[in-house]
């Protein structure tokens, strides 16, 4: 820069430079000088192209982060929102989880499973009882007698509304929760971003018909999940969810019928013969099977290892390797490098966990999560 601008700072010099250039009588000093000057005035407009293009950049991330985080109300979602209001709120919460699943290894799944079930909306609408003028979701077909941990977040919400009263909503209580049992299980961690407000009613037919079943296929899988502003990448990513806990016969009977002809690559009969032999005893749809029976109480990628060992426990598991070549892509990848899931993981639960929050004035801060005010 110090060399083109004295070559500059000359204006005789450079006239008599630019009219030897017209008149074509450069001497070796001249071409040499122009040759510098040509190579910095490049240097110079390269480093301008690339600020211009990093500011550029920047700007689009900011603006794609703002609106990733926007909610309902028009207020941003935030990392450590309640750092003023209520500095104990994380601490109380990983608490309460940590000792849940110290007494319960299974609660770590029970408690990741509720906050994906609340969102595909984010507003603890899943942890409303019934009334007697009221219906909320926990009777819809994929909660029924199938979530668990509800006395875990009333424990934790208890504790916060001691210490400071009608401050952390609900659904903030979920979001962490599921990140600490992640946590506490070996899993990734991430910075859960708050501010959610709880809703004020609920929707049986909602839950019915957002949450994927079982039984999905990947097109069905994948549409659900676009529904929602997801994409095929997150639904394996959270799929992977699955590493740990368990599921009722009743969620996988689909998979054990007519074993005899059960055959390919991608097809475990001696697996699928244990689960039969598990599901045949009378009254066994109820009984229930580890979702990943290498390690079914770690947080890690064995789920996508025993997808292609053809020991996926739900067909909808299953289904990622044998039912769409891009998705078994990415089960492939998560196979080599279990980094590589947990960051799609940790990021694909942080996009989920703004999937249409209640802010600012909507909702509400309930005292007791059971109840609406």
């Known amino acids: 820069m110090t060399s083109l601008h004295n070559l500059l700072l000359s204006q005789h010099y450079r006239a008599t430079f630019l009219y030897s250039i017209y008149k074509k009588q450069l001497s070796p000093f001249q071409l040499t000088s122009l040759a510098n000057l040509m190579f910095q005035m490049a240097k110079y407009l390269a480093f301008l192209f690339l600020m211009l293009k990093l500011a550029t950049t920047f700007a689009s991330q900011l603006n794609s982060l703002n609106e990733t985080c926007l909610g309902d109300g028009g207020f941003d979602l935030q990392i450590d929102i309640y750092r003023n209001s209520c500095p104990e709120a994380e601490a109380v919460i990983f608490s309460g989880v940590e000792n849940a699943v110290s007494q319960d290894s299974r609660m770590a799944a029970s408690l990741l499973r509720l906050h994906f079930h609340d969102c595909f909306g984010c507003d603890a609408s899943v942890l409303l009882d019934d009334t007697g003028n009221f219906v909320g979701e926990k009777t819809a077909p994929p909660n029924l007698n199938s979530l668990r941990g509800f006395e875990v977040i009333d424990s934790i919400k208890s504790e916060l509304e001691s210490v400071c009263p009608e401050t952390v909503s609900c659904a903030d209580i979920l979001a962490v929760a599921a990140r600490d049992s992640v946590v506490l299980s070996g899993g990734p961690s991430w910075e859960v971003q708050m501010g959610r407000r709880d809703s004020l009613s609920a929707s049986k037919a909602a839950a019915t018909n957002n949450i994927p079943a079982p039984n999905s296929t990947v097109a069905n899988l994948v549409a659900k999940f676009q529904n929602v502003g997801l994409t095929l990448n997150d639904m394996v990513a959270l799929s992977g969810a699955h590493t740990m806990g368990k599921a009722r016969c009743s969620t996988f009977s689909s998979r054990l019928q007519d074993l005899s002809n059960s055959n390919g690559p991608d097809v475990n009969v001696d697996f699928l013969q244990s689960l039969q032999?598990?599901?045949?005893?009378?009254?066994?749809?109820?009984?229930?099977?580890?979702?990943?029976?290498?390690?079914?109480?770690?947080?890690?990628?064995?789920?996508?290892?025993?997808?292609?060992?053809?020991?996926?426990?739900?067909?909808?598991?299953?289904?990622?390797?044998?039912?769409?070549?891009?998705?078994?892509?990415?089960?492939?990848?998560?196979?080599?490098?279990?980094?590589?899931?947990?960051?799609?993981?940790?990021?694909?639960?942080?996009?989920?966990?703004?999937?249409?929050?209640l802010t600012g004035e909507n909702g509400e801060i309930r005292r007791n999560c059971r109840v609406v005010y």
């Open 277 to 357: 032999q598990l599901c045949s005893e009378p009254g066994s749809n109820t009984a229930l099977a580890h979702l990943d029976l290498v390690t079914p109480a770690t947080f890690d990628n064995q789920y996508y290892v025993n997808l292609l060992s053809g020991e996926g426990l739900l067909p909808s598991d299953q289904a990622l390797v044998i039912g769409n070549a891009q998705t078994r892509e990415i089960v492939e990848s998560y196979v080599k490098d279990p980094f590589i899931f947990f960051e799609d993981f940790k990021n694909s639960m942080l996009k989920m966990g703004r999937l249409a929050p």
